[in-house]
């Protein structure tokens, strides 16, 4: 769900590209972590939403829970490492620095819009609202709206010009239907304003983009980590002075803390994942122009395996310090968090073929977001809801898999070959000006 490169195309839907042409540039390890994320999100929705109340203990529970806590900290590191990507690879294209800054921030905004659309999916189906004779009020506009997001998250080429008019439209259409819930159904428009993964990584985009156009930002990456350190640290005194200065929902949008609302993905402290996936991002780049990013991958999978270790709360000496220091705790995890994803990220290049053949999974990230959430938690899932053995429970997950693995396949497929096309017809209308120009 990051910012990427295509065929000079950027897209939040695939991997990020550390060239500057050709989908032959792709960087398959990017698209594995990615892939890899999406396994471990659904595995642990599955395995809340699913599994028998008196078998949530032992170590499948364990480590399920394990894995599936480095899913979203994996998402939020992507985000800014694909903010970074796909600065360079316009650079390198010679796209304005103003275009490529327009593209970052209308991306961030269609996913945060995108979320609302999601929740208002979930008051029609989840909350029954669907059954209501004025339900149209609400699935009218908000069905429209989601299609014109979904149409300028994907625009290209010549659409793309038109993408900010589209998803001003489709935004408009959302602010709509979450006005005739509210006059419909005033308690649930609480659940549809609420905080989700997707606002915050769409706010996270727009925050590393705005910061990429520091030149000494790009120049001297590790200050992004420095950022993201004392944004980490600071969370407690933020968290209090919001509580104090906003309202308790806008707070909350903004951090955790005394007096705000209870979000799950409050900006503070996720924005430090995205800030050092942004320097990570850089350092990639630089790595590969010296070849040798294998080297590099393995360097920073040990720092992170340190920082895990190090800020472990399992070992009883951390779990003392922290215990006597409070406030730095959520540092602490947030650094164990990134330190993980390192580790994954240096692990997943070293066996490129294992996950390839899930690789449309993270390539349509967002889709298998929002797909997914339905059978674990929604309507659908009410025969399989908390009813679950352990076996069973991983043969259901194996078939949700294999039927995402489908859909977004199949889509991958369609949408390269739409892409084909347009750039075939991109050349064709080119070539009689290029041939004129020669003559001349």
Not at 14 to 38: E, I, K, M, S, Y
Request: include cysteine.
């Amino acid at each position: 769900m990051s910012t990427t490169a295509r065929g000079g195309e950027a897209r939040l839907s695939t991997g990020p590209d550390l060239g500057v042409g050709d989908t032959g540039n792709r960087v398959d390890f990017v698209d594995d972590l990615r892939t890899l994320a999406v396994v471990f999100m659904v595995m642990l929705h599955t395995l809340h939403g699913w599994l028998l109340p008196e078998m949530r203990t032992g170590a499948l529970w364990t480590l399920v829970r394990l894995a599936g806590g480095l899913a979203a900290p994996a998402f939020f590191f992507l985000a800014g490492a694909g903010v970074a990507l796909r600065v360079h690879a316009d650079r390198a294209r010679e796209v304005p620095p103003d275009a490529t800054m327009g593209r970052l921030l209308l991306r961030g905004a269609i996913i945060m819009a995108l979320g609302v659309g999601l929740r208002l999916s979930m008051w029609l189906v989840d909350s029954h609202g669907v059954i209501r004779a004025d339900s149209w009020r609400v699935m009218l506009p908000a069905s429209v709206g989601i299609a014109a997001l979904v149409m300028a998250h994907g625009g290209r080429g010549p659409a793309r010009q038109r993408a900010a008019t589209v998803a001003a439209g489709g935004a408009v259409l959302l602010a709509v239907a979450s006005s005739q819930v509210a006059a419909l159904d005033p308690e649930g428009l609480s659940a549809v304003l609420r905080g989700d993964v997707l606002g915050a990584l769409g706010a996270c985009i727009a925050a590393v983009a705005l910061l990429t156009r520091l030149p000494i930002v790009l120049s001297q990456p590790w200050l992004l980590m420095v950022a993201a350190a004392m944004l980490a640290l600071a969370t407690p005194d933020i968290g209090s002075l919001a509580g104090t200065t906003l309202s308790p929902r806008l707070a909350g949008y903004l951090v955790a803390g005394p007096g705000t609302a209870h979000e799950p993905f409050p900006l503070i402290p996720w924005v430090a994942h995205a800030l050092g996936g942004g320097a990570v991002g850089v350092w990639w780049i630089r790595a590969r122009a010296r070849q040798d990013l294998p080297t590099t991958l393995a360097a920073l999978a040990a720092l992170g395996a340190l920082c895990a270790l190090l800020t472990s709360e399992h070992l009883p000496a951390c779990y003392r310090a922290l215990a006597a220091v409070p406030a730095a705790v959520p540092a602490a995890r947030a650094l164990s968090r990134f330190g993980l994803v390192l580790v994954l990220s240096g692990a997943v290049a070293l066996v490129p073929k294992l996950l390839a053949p899930f690789r449309p999974l993270g390539r349509a990230s967002l889709l298998a977001y929002w797909l997914h959430l339905p059978f674990a938690f929604g309507l659908p899932s009410r025969p399989l809801a908390h009813a679950l053995t352990p076996g069973q429970w991983g043969l259901a997950f194996a078939v949700l898999i294999v039927v995402l693995l489908a859909i977004t396949s199949i889509l991958s497929r369609t949408g390269a070959a739409r892409h084909d096309r347009t750039r075939q017809e991109a050349t064709n209308r080119s070539s009689p000006l290029r041939t004129k120009q020669a003559v001349l």
